[in-house]
C-alpha cells in the first residue's frame, strides 16, 4: 500500500533553533506538498515540488525552505525558529494526474512546538 | 486567487440524523471538488473527489452536491453513526496543478449517542 512518513512525530524547538522535518512517499509520485494546519486555518500550503531537485514556493514560504533531494524524499527545513511557526505540518504526495483531478497523500503530521 | 469558505466550523449531531456542511468558492473555473476526512490524531484522507461535471455523487452513506451555479459543494451524510465523527475539509482546484488547490478551514463533526 502507497505511504507517506514523516519524521519526527512530534518535536520541540527553541526560538532561533535549526528545526527539520522529513517526509518520504513511496508511492513514486512526482509531486510532494508541505502544509501546515493551524485552528482556524485550516491547510496552508509552504512549499511544494514537481520532482527530485525542484522546489517551489506556496502561499506561504516565508521562514520555510525546502529540499527534495531524491523522488521519495521531500524535506522542510525552518532555520531559525520562531514561535509563530509552532502548528501541525503534514507532508502530502500527489498523484499527477492533470487538469486539477490530482489526490493527495497526506502522512501522518509532525507537531511542532516552538518555545 | 480562489477563496473557500465552509461552513459551519463546529457541527454536533445524533446519531441517525443526518448532517449538511458546505462550502461556497469563488473561482468559477474551478474543476475539481474534494472532500477529505481527518479522525481525530490521524492524517487527512480522500472522501471523494468530484468533477464539475457531474452534480451529485453519492458514496457510503453520504451524497455530495455540486452547485456550479450558486458555486456550492455540500456534503451531505445521511443516518450518521459514531465513525463518522471527524474533521472534514473540502478542497477547490481550478487549474492544473495541486499549488492551486484551496482549502476550507474544516469543520469539526460530532456524533452525540
Known amino acids: 500500500e502507497a505511504a507517506v512518513t514523516q519524521s519526527p512525530r512530534n518535536k520541540v524547538a527553541v526560538t532561533g533553533g535549526k528545526v527539520t522535518l522529513s517526509c518520504n512517499q513511496t508511492?513514486?509520485?512526482?509531486?510532494m506538498y508541505w502544509y501546515r494546519q493551524d485552528t482556524g486555518h485550516g491547510l496552508r500550503l509552504i512549499h511544494y515540488s514537481y520532482g527530485a531537485g525542484s522546489t517551489e514556493k506556496g502561499d506561504i514560504p516565508d521562514g520555510y525552505k525546502a529540499s527534495r533531494p531524491s523522488q521519495e524524499n521531500f524535506s522542510l527545513i525552518l532555520e531559525l525558529a520562531t514561535p509563530s511557526q509552532t502548528s501541525v505540518y503534514f507532508c502530502a504526495s500527489g498523484d499527477g494526474l492533470g487538469g486539477g483531478a490530482e489526490t493527495l497523500y497526506f502522512g501522518s503530521g509532525t507537531r511542532l512546538t516552538v518555545l | 486567487g480562489e477563496q473557500v469558505e465552509q461552513r459551519p466550523p463546529h457541527l454536533s449531531v445524533r446519531e441517525g440524523d443526518s448532517a449538511v456542511i458546505t462550502c461556497t468558492y469563488t473561482?468559477?473555473?474551478?474543476?475539481?471538488f474534494f472532500w477529505y476526512k481527518q479522525e481525530p490524531g490521524a492524517s487527512l484522507q480522500l472522501l471523494m473527489k468530484v468533477f464539475s461535471s457531474t452534480e451529485i455523487n453519492e458514496g457510503q452513506g453520504f451524497t455530495v452536491l455540486l452547485n456550479k451555479k450558486d458555486k456550492r459543494l455540500s456534503l451531505n451524510l445521511t443516518a450518521a453513526h459514531p465513525g463518522d465523527s471527524a474533521a472534514y475539509f473540502c478542497?477547490?482546484?481550478?487549474?492544473?496543478?495541486?499549488?492551486?488547490?484551496?482549502f476550507g478551514k474544516g469543520t469539526q463533526l460530532i456524533i452525540q449517542p
Open positions: 478542497a477547490v482546484a481550478y487549474t492544473e496543478g495541486a499549488d492551486r488547490l484551496t
Open positions: 473561482d468559477p473555473n474551478s474543476y475539481y
Open positions: 508511492n513514486n509520485h512526482n509531486n
